[in-house]
Structures are given as structure tokens and as C-alpha cells.
């Protein structure tokens, strides 16, 4: 019997509308092969819905989407309106408003892949970022704007419950695969935000039989993470760290344009969302050039969560065959174009 699923899809920005398409075709290759199918629902929403309604979105829609089993999302931003608002007016609302609260960001080099590391081989990271409080929050102001004593404050916000899941996820996750789980911290020189995290972290894992906690200050783990990258499995942070360091984790395997990753709902109350790293790419959208490995990847973690592991596995496996052999797109050393890419990937699942 063949399993279906409701899928929103928010190509929204730039390169969204490129690699979207391309990703929804090895999806439903997948599902061919697999006996599933995604009855998918787009949404004209973003920048382009802004200037025309002063809005990123409807105000009806986070119920418009409740609707559906998963969002798949491309991407947002525009040269022409300012990021706060494209960010806050589109994707922070669904992360926040879903309860998203894990941004789980895989980071894996693939043999025959490009790197600016010397020896990037081995690198398997799980990058599990705090995805709506910490440092992102809307507490705080700007005063006296235009004067010498123009000031701006941001406050960071963590509590106990924000910190104890997104660690307990990410312990649960190490228990999974090497036991090993790397905290990222700043206790030395942030003193109140900083030894919170850390004690409610260890709190936490603690409750998770088998699982070695490694809390390391965030320099000193950007740093290994170039020298060597091998060292680490999971990692949790909080909102910007694990940001930060998700985008350094993708340089280090190749390009930001192959990194995948999934704002989750573990508890299933509402939809999760699925967005590669990468944005919306306005000097390259259009000229059918951005790497669609990222939002094809992103699928396959979607696809994961939604039960159908064999599916993803496939088009994990897809990925790495082509990433390794080619065709490439240039990020990648490569010359071929996003449909050249997302072709070779399909026809390896048909």
C-alpha cells in the first residue's frame, strides 16, 4: 500500500526557485522506488510576496501550513529589503511558532570532494543548534539613535527548559552513534548565559546513559574544527554558535552549497521545517548554476524524519555517488549546472 504525505513548500527567494524543483523530482523518484508518494502544496511566499503585500507571509500562515506533515523550504532574502525583515517576517515566525527548537545540521566529507582542509577525510559531524531562543532573541533596543550616544542592546535569552531539551536531543542523538558529545561554551568570558548553558547541559546529558560530555570554549572548537575536524561527532550549541559553526563545518567538507539541515519539532506537535544552510544566492540566481546537493540532501533528512529511512538512504547514497564522480557545479570545481546535478541524482534512483 503506498504511504502519502502532505508537504508544504516555500521555495521562497533566489536560488530557492532553482534547486526546489530539482530536489521535489529526486523526491519523487524516491517515492517511486520506495511505494510513497509527497502531494506537495507550494506557497508563493517571501520577498516577492512582500512587495506586493507588505507582508513575508499571510497572517494566516502558520495555520495555512499546520495543515501539512512537513515544510520543505529553499530560500530567503533579497538585495533590495533589508534581512531582518525577510528573516523575521518569513522563517523565525515558522522555527518559533512550530517550536523548531532543533536545527540539525549534518556536515560529512565525501571522498573525491574538494576541500580547503589538507586532510578532510573522516569528517562525520552532527551540529545540533538551539533554534529559538539563546542569542536570536527580540529582547532589547536601539536608543538614541543619530546621537554620540547612540546605544543598542540585545539581550540573550536562555531558560532551562530551551537549554535541557535541545541537550537531551543532542545527547540522545550521541547515544546513537559514538557516545562522544562536544558542548560549545564561552563560561570564561560570558559569565551568566555561558555557565548556565553549561550546567543545564550537563544536567541533561547526564541523564543519558553511555554518552561523554566535552564542554570546549568556541574558539578554541573553531579552531580544531579546521585543524582537525575528525575529533568531533555531535555537537550541541546554542543559536549563534551553532549558526557560526555549522557554516564553518560546511566550508571545511567542501561548500556550503552541500550542507543540509532540518528545524525539528521531536515531539511531533507541530510540522518541522527542511532548509538547506545555504541563501538565497542573488549574484548566481537565475543562471541555473547553484548547487542543488544541499536542498537535495535536505530531502533526504526530511524524508528521514517522516519515516522513510531506506528512501533517504538512497538518495544519501545517490548524492555521494555524484559528488564523488561528478557532474559538479562550479562552487564544487565543477562546470555543470543545478538540472545537470539534480538529473544525475534522479537517474540513480530510477
Known sequence: MSTHFSVAVIAGDGIGHEVVPAAMDV?????????????????????????THGTMMPTDGLDRLAQHEAVF?????????????????????????????????????VKGVRSPLAEPDGTD???????????????????????????????????????????AYAAELAARRSGKLTSATKSNGIIHSMPFWDEVVAEAVAQQPGVELRSVLIDA????????????????????????LSDLAAAC?????????????????????????????PDIAGRGIANPVGQISTAALMLDFLGETKAAADINQAVDDVLRDGPRTPDLGGQDGTREVAEAIRKQLV
Do not use: C
Open 27 to 51: 523526491v519523487d523518484a524516491a517515492g517511486s522506488r520506495h511505494g510513497f508518494s509527497i502531494d506537495w502544496t507550494p506557497y508563493p511566499w517571501g520577498s516577492e510576496h512582500y512587495r
Open 221 to 244: 572548537l573553531a579552531a580544531a574544527m579546521v585543524s582537525r575536524p575528525q575529533q568531533f561527532d555531535v555537537i550541541v550549541a546554542s543559536n549563534l554558535f551553532g549558526d557560526i
Open 73 to 109: 523550504f529553499g530560500a530567503v532574502g533579497a538585495p533590495d529589503i533589508p534581512d531582518h525583515i525577510t528573516l523575521w517576517g518569513l522563517l523565525i515566525p515558522i522555527r518559533r511558532g512550530f517550536q523548531q527548537y532543533v536545527n540539525l545540521r549534518p556536515a560529512r566529507h
Open 125 to 167: 559531524l552532527m551540529i545540533v543548534r538551539e533554534n529559538v531562543e539563546g542569542e536570536y532573541s527580540e529582547v532589547g533596543g536601539r536608543f538614541g539613535r543619530g546621537t554620540d550616544a547612540e546605544l543598542a542592546v540585545q539581550e540573550a535569552v536562555f531558560t532551562r527548559k530551551g537549554t535541557a531539551r535541545v541537550a
Open 253 to 281: 567538507v567542501g561548500s556550503i552549497g552541500v550542507a543540509a539541515s532540518g528545524n525539528l519539532n521531536p515531539e511531533r506537535t507541530y510540522p518541522s521545517m527542511f532548509e538547506p544552510v545555504h541563501g538565497s544566492a
